[in-house]
Each structure stands twice: as structure tokens, then as C-alpha cells.
């Protein structure tokens, strides 16, 4: 079966980290792009970062550029978002997900045609 695992999310002060991991089961990140939306409550879920799997080239929410950081680790068919200077304003379902190609769902932020979907983790961030 085709999954994404996500663990990381929980309670963290304003100012503080934390570290998304996304892990592939079931098939390999290669020749797709990996990365998370995001939903708060009453929000439509936005863009938050991705990255290319085969060469590394990364994509973040301008607003959310400096603070959030999306890396891979190919022997481990892992994507890793650490989130630093956390704030309010970024509590969040956290979405990990997946499609073939470079991207586009994130750089269009359209979200529609993704091809796999995490369960999503909680992220809330105290003030």
C-alpha cells in the first residue's frame, strides 16, 4: 500500500522548533516532488514548502521563507521540514505529500492533483 508517515507535530512555545519528518511506504521518492500544506482552523489549506526529489531543488511559501527549512535524506526515503521561530500564526494541520514531476501543485498552489496524501499532524504553537 502507498503511504506517507508523518510524525513531529506538537506543542511548542512561540519562538520555539520543531522538526516534520514524512517518510514514503510502500514506494520510492524517486522522480516526485515532496512537501507539506498546511490547514489551520476555518482556513483553506495553503502552500508551505516542497522539494524535488532527484536533484534537491526547493520551494517555500514566500512568507514562510527564513524561518521553515526542507531537506531530504535519500537513503532513508525521507523529507524533513524544520520549522524554526515558530509562531501562532503557524498552528496547523501539517499535510505531507507527494506527486510525480517538479512541483507544480506547490508553485500553482493548487493542491487538487496531488498524488499521495499524508494522514497530517498537529502543530500548535503557544503564545
Same mark, same amino acid.
Not at 502507498?2 to 517518510?23: F, I, K, P, T, Y
Not at 501562532?88 to 493548487?110: H, I, K, M, N, Q
Given at each position: ?39 489551520? +482552523? ?12 532527484? %536533484? @534537491?531543488?526547493?520551494? $517555500?511559501? #514566500? ?24 509562531? +501562532? ?12 514531476? %517538479? @512541483?507544480?501543485?506547490? $508553485?500553482? #498552489? ?18
Amino acid at each position: 500500500e502507498v503511504q506517507l508517515v508523518e510524525s513531529g507535530g506538537g506543542l511548542v512555545q512561540a519562538g520555539g522548533s520543531l522538526r516534520l519528518s514524512c517518510a514514503a511506504s510502500g514506494f520510492t521518492f524517486d522522480g516526485y516532488a515532496v512537501g507539506w500544506f498546511r490547514q489551520a +482552523p476555518g482556513k483553506e489549506r495553503e502552500v508551505v514548502s516542497c522539494i524535488t526529489y532527484s %536533484d @534537491g531543488s526547493t520551494f $517555500y511559501a #514566500a512568507s514562510l521563507k527564513g524561518r521553515f527549512t526542507i531537506s531530504r535524506d535519500n537513503a532513508k526515503n525521507t523529507v524533513y521540514l524544520q520549522m524554526n521561530s515558530l509562531k +501562532p500564526e503557524d498552528t496547523a494541520v501539517y499535510y505531507c505529500a507527494a506527486e510525480l514531476g %517538479d @512541483g507544480g501543485s506547490w $508553485y500553482r #498552489a493548487d493542491p487538487r492533483y496531488l498524488d499521495v496524501w499524508g494522514q497530517g499532524t498537529l502543530v500548535t504553537v503557544s503564545s
